[in-house]
């Protein structure tokens, strides 16, 4: 199985920017699609962004498109958040998650992805 690391968490102030990255080990990272989610205090988890195996796919929530990049380097095994533009309402604990390729189709629910990271803080501040 892969495991999944996040880091790149903290606290900004509304407009700032802040990376998150996902480090990868175990199986070859380049036979998963990642993606990244969030969970707010009281909220359910919800899905960010994904991109697919090569990385040449990515999709968004419609919230963050136009703010937030997804992207990976497979040689590096990781995965990253770009996230500028910081609201409020993007406060949260984000997670990668990660499954193995199946179709060219990128999936956004929780329960397609087997596995998942700790978690990191995200706080945006007015």
């Known amino acids: 199985q892969i495991q999944l690391v996040e880091s790149g968490g903290g606290s900004v102030q509304a407009g700032g920017s802040l990376r998150l990255s996902c480090a990868a080990t175990?199986?070859?990272?380049?036979?998963?699609?990642m993606a990244w989610f969030r969970q707010a205090p009281g909220k359910e988890r919800e899905y960010v962004a994904a991109?697919?195996?090569?990385?040449?796919?990515?999709v968004y929530t419609a919230s963050v498109k136009g703010r937030f990049t997804i992207s990976r380097d497979n040689a590096k095994t990781t995965v990253y958040l770009q996230m500028n533009s910081l609201k409020p309402e993007d406060t949260a604990v984000y997670y990668c998650?990660?499954?193995?390729?199946?179709?060219?189709?990128?999936?956004?629910?929780?329960?397609?992805?087997?596995?998942w990271g700790q978690g990191t803080q995200v706080t945006v501040s007015s």
């Open positions: 998650a990660a499954k193995v390729t199946t179709t060219a189709v990128l999936f956004t629910t929780t329960r397609a992805y087997n596995y």
């Open positions: 991109v697919s195996w090569s990385g040449y796919t990515t």
């Open positions: 175990g199986r070859t990272f380049s036979n998963y699609d």
